[in-house]
């Protein structure tokens, strides 16, 4: 069997600067697959930034290494939990946090045109800037808390009355 001549390393930074290496792989897609899998459990640690990184066997220092991404770790505009990972070379976002998977991208169509979605709700959104973008996204975490806000007053309100009523 052939020895690869190039590996693939995805790795997670945490808070405080501790560095979580997650393997070394022979292709780059097993590398993002190892990388989506820790990121979607990012809500349960305090993570920074991640990356995949492409190293070139038996070849010294940093001409060895191409970073194939990096990702800063941000709070969600729509869940508000930090697992919001933003690709900021190729203006891409996507949060990781269970059930949410709001998304950022620019349009593949027209490249002054930035996408942005949350599945859940099937809202999908076509906007000038990605600071556009975020305030849609925010705009829907905000109704979207508010409407539960509502929901947990009215059941409150109708077990307030229940009790009142089973009282006379």
Request: charged content about 20%; some cysteine; hydrophobic content about 35%.
């Amino acid at each position: 069997m052939e020895s690869p001549s190039r590996v693939y390393v995805p790795s997670a930074t945490e808070v405080d600067g501790t560095a979580i290496g997650m393997g070394c792989f022979s292709t780059e897609e097993i590398a993002w697959q190892v990388l989506k899998t820790f990121l979607g459990k990012s809500e349960q640690m305090s993570l920074t930034e991640a990356s995949v990184v492409a190293w070139d066997v038996d070849v010294l220092g940093e001409d060895g290494m191409t970073v194939l991404s990096s990702l800063e770790g941000k709070i969600c505009p729509v869940c508000q939990r930090r697992t919001f990972w933003v690709d900021l070379e190729h203006l891409s976002a996507l949060c990781y946090g269970s059930s949410c998977s709001a998304w950022i991208e620019q349009s593949t169509v027209d490249p002054e045109i930035v996408d942005c979605g949350w599945p859940p709700l099937r809202f999908l959104k076509q906007v000038k800037d990605i600071e556009e973008a975020y305030n849609e996204l925010r705009t829907i975490g905000s109704d979207v808390a508010a409407s539960m806000e509502e929901t947990n007053d009215v059941i409150t309100q109708q077990l307030y009355q229940s009790t009142l009523n089973d009282g006379q």
